[in-house]
């Protein structure tokens, strides 16, 4: 699968809110970085079970999110994607997020990941 279609995919998985579903496209020695924002003051650096553990923890407090991809440029193995996200939380809620998500895949999966988040004020 070439990777845009690869990382789409990736984020379609991701936006269903169900913790195991991005697994099939994530590498067994994916990193993800996630750099220091709003949530997350001190960032976060994430393998393969703390990614799972992190979707798991956000599937109990998110009733829905949409990632509305906005561009996404590839080169080789690595895409740069920039997404707006809204999130609703199970307390109806909303949040909002501009993203740009550097990936890299591996043997045809995520390997890296460096995630910049930039949540919109309350």
């Given amino acids: ?3 845009r279609d690869t990382v789409l995919a990736y984020i ?6 169900a913790a195991d579903a991005a697994d099939p496209f ?3 020695d994916v990193e993800v970085i996630e750099h220091p924002n709003k949530l997350n003051p001190t ?3 994430y393998d393969r079970a703390a990614l799972r553990a992190a979707a798991e923890r956000g ?12 561009q996404v440029f590839v080169d080789g ?3 740069a994607v920039q997404i707006r996200w809204t999130g609703t939380l199970r307390d109806g809620r909303s949040m909002r997020a501009d993203i740009v998500s550097i990936i890299e895949l591996r043997d045809g ?3 890296r990941q460096e995630q910049y988040d930039c949540f919109a004020p309350a």
Avoid: C, F, L
Avoid at 12 to 17: G, L, M, Q, V, Y
């Fill in 1 to 3: 699968m070439p990777t």
């Fill in 77 to 79: 193995d690595r895409a």
């Fill in 26 to 28: 994530v590498h067994p």
């Fill in 109 to 111: 999966k995520v390997w």
């Fill in 43 to 45: 960032g976060a650096r």
């Fill in 59 to 70: 599937s109990a407090v998110m009733a829905s999110q949409t990632y509305d991809v906005r």
């Fill in 12 to 17: 379609r998985a991701i936006e269903t809110n």
